[in-house]
């Protein structure tokens, strides 16, 4: 029986849970920072607009292969990105005016171009695009937890894990490099432009890691966590500690801890209420992390300090 069920855990859950982990984690760490610059919902810009990118990815290609999709997701998130900026400059609007007309705009324009082309064969939906497929990512190769150290078994991992550990290491080693310009320029862009650190090129950089995360992740985990892990584990770590480098390494535990618990929950909560049915592990991963972040507002040692900014380290 245990047997059994370990490998049914290794071929039903591990995969995804370390997807999910993942993901939550690589759109974290850049989120940390979107939060305290007050661009948190760049994050909500960019994975709504992977959407149109990845039909009209389709479109020209007439593939669903992933790479071509992850090159349209990015160039829509390099386009908005720039539409965004240039929103600000010109029109002299706040950045979240410019962020949500941008990306309504077109999430709009890619739900569009969703139901007048010619993609009802293959699997590009609004649902898919919400939700992800975390829960089809299995790993059947596996026999039990000597897999574990089986190449040829290894090799039979879903491939969304393996690009979403690149894109971490990419975004760590990106924040790690730059950790002393970061949170220069988040703290103090004056002085940071006095000392000669480029605040522009660090902020682009910046978004750019949000985007490369967002698109990594879009594709296995749907807009939806996207969205919740850009915002809610930062936002919950900075009601715990008023040190940057503290609050990145709690956002690491809140996202971590929301991926693995919200995965559970999904497939077995239900279960323990006496009914047969799971639910979507997308939606109970963000709603774990959104119950962090309240009970965090409720008993967080920084809860009555919000308004005050954290000082680097």
Request: net charge neutral; with cysteine.
């Amino acid at each position: 029986m245990d047997a059994d069920w370990g490998v049914e855990f290794l071929q039903l859950s591990l995969a995804p849970i370390l997807i999910g982990t993942l993901a939550a984690i690589a759109c974290a760490l850049p989120g940390n920072f979107l939060l305290l610059r007050r661009q948190a919902l760049i994050g909500d810009a960019i994975s709504h607009v992977a959407l149109p990118g990845i039909v009209v990815a389709f479109l020209v290609t007439g593939t669903i292969a992933a790479w071509p999709m992850m090159v349209g997701a990015a160039g829509a998130a390099v386009v908005a990105v720039g539409l965004i900026e240039l929103i600000k400059r010109l029109g002299k609007v706040e950045p979240g005016a410019a962020m949500g007309v941008v990306f309504t705009t077109l999430f709009a324009a890619g739900v569009l171009l969703l139901e007048q082309s010619d993609t009802s064969g293959v699997h590009i939906d609004v649902e898919h695009a919400l939700y992800g497929n975390l829960e089809s990512l299995i790993w059947f190769d596996a026999t039990g937890w000597s897999s574990l150290l089986d190449i040829g078994a290894l090799a039979g991992l879903p491939p969304q894990l393996f690009r979403l550990a690149i894109v971490l290491a990419v975004i760590v080693g990106f924040m790690a490099a730059f950790w002393k310009e970061l949170a220069i320029s988040t703290f103090d862009p004056g002085f940071a432009q006095a000392v000669g650190i480029r605040t522009g090129a660090v902020g682009f950089a910046l978004v750019v890691a949000a985007a490369i995360a967002a698109v990594a992740a879009f594709d296995a985990v749907g807009s939806i966590i996207v969205i919740a892990m850009f915002v809610c584990p930062p936002a919950t770590a900075r009601l715990m500690t008023d040190r940057l480098g503290r609050q990145v390494a709690w956002s690491v535990l809140f996202a971590t801890t929301a991926a693995i618990a919200g995965y559970v929950f999904a497939g077995y909560g239900p279960l323990w209420f006496g009914s047969p049915y799971a639910v979507s592990a997308a939606g109970m991963i963000a709603t774990v992390s959104g119950v962090q972040l309240g009970l965090a507002c409720l008993l967080g040692p920084r809860r009555r300090r919000t308004g005050q900014a954290a000082a680097p380290q």
